[in-house]
């Protein structure tokens, strides 16, 4: 029989049906029947129960050893068989799944409907459901388990010990978990700012500050279609807003450069080269050369021509002179 500090906590009609569960009911008649329960009041004795030598613990293995032979089985099977068909789905509400346990078994088992029994019997479900969470953590892939485990409300040290998992793991998933519970809240309040709009411009309204995909779905209760059909909407908003954009751009280079050479009429063209010679006899460097023209709101044709050509600098100058 176990002695350990985990058995010694257990209840002795609890410990009475477990020894039952080690018995031959067919050997249990006459002095086989006293043996046995001597034998087993002996070994509760030596776990500290003091059961042959007070009257009330003694009655109670006698009376329950006579329940036993009367039903032809230890009610401890029973409860294990009936534990074993247990789904998560079953204990889910512990005390729910309990009261469902007591009913059941009382039917045949009359002194488990007492009422100091029923703390016992919750432990056991709920060490069941414990079992059954942390059975499915470790068939849930990557972190998955560690997560499930986190989301019951299993205490740190049994999901650390149970997965084999290090405290500094279990604080990284817990820091995630509360980084994405935060991002949930975050959402929360956008989607207050577009409360009463269609679903189109709440997921817009997201997409527009960073939401994922996930979490519009998850949190704004939308389908893939209408996240698609948004997506597509903002890509071409998207494409039209580049589109000008570029227009923009090339509009604003082409002022900066100035006319082309046709559009110049003869007396600015030599009024620009007559400057242009002028920066030149300041420098010679290209670059120093194309800055001051530059300041000097020079058009970028005359300039091009002036640090790449200079005959034809003169040609244009003839030509402007007519």
Not at 11 to 29: A, C, G, H, V
Not at 138 to 167: C, H, M, Q, Y
């Amino acid at each position: 029989m176990t002695t350990s500090d985990e058995t010694k906590k257990k209840p002795l009609w609890m410990l009475i049906e477990e020894n039952f569960l080690e018995l031959n009911l067919q050997d249990l008649s006459g002095k086989d029947k006293e043996a046995a329960i001597q034998k087993i009041a002996g070994e509760l004795d030596a776990a500290g129960y003091n059961v042959s030598r007070r009257g009330g613990n003694m009655l109670q293995l006698r009376w329950a050893m006579d329940e036993m032979l009367k039903v032809g089985r230890p009610l401890m099977k029973d409860l294990n068989d009936a534990i074993a068909t247990l789904s998560l789905e079953d204990v889910a509400d512990p005390y729910f799944a309990t009261s469902k346990l007591i009913d059941d078994l009382g039917k045949t088992w009359k002194e488990l409907k007492k009422s100091e029994r029923r703390p016992d019997v919750i432990r056991i479900v709920e060490k069941t459901r414990l079992d059954l969470l942390i059975n499915k953590a470790k068939d849930l892939p990557d972190d998955e388990g560690i997560r499930f485990l986190i989301e019951e409300k299993v205490a740190s040290e049994v999901i650390i010990n149970e997965l084999g998992i290090t405290e500094e793991k279990l604080g990284q998933v817990n820091a995630e978990i509360e980084k994405e519970n935060a991002e949930r809240e975050r959402v929360e309040t956008l989607l207050e700012a577009v409360d009463g709009k269609s679903n189109e411009e709440k997921v817009k309204h997201l997409f527009d500050n960073n939401v994922s995909e996930n979490l519009i779905i998850e949190i704004a209760k939308v389908d893939q279609g209408v996240i698609d059909s948004v997506k597509q909407a903002m890509e071409e908003e998207l494409k039209e807003k580049q589109r000008l954009e570029e227009e923009a751009a090339a509009q604003k280079k082409a002022e900066a450069a100035g006319p082309s050479l046709e559009e110049i009429p003869p007396d600015q063209m030599l009024d620009y080269i007559e400057s242009i010679r002028e920066i030149m006899e300041f420098s010679d460097v290209e670059k120093e050369i194309r800055v001051m023209c530059d300041q000097s709101s020079i058009p970028k044709s005359i300039v091009d021509i002036a640090v790449s050509d200079h005959s034809r600098l003169d040609e244009l100058e003839k030509e402007a002179e007519g």
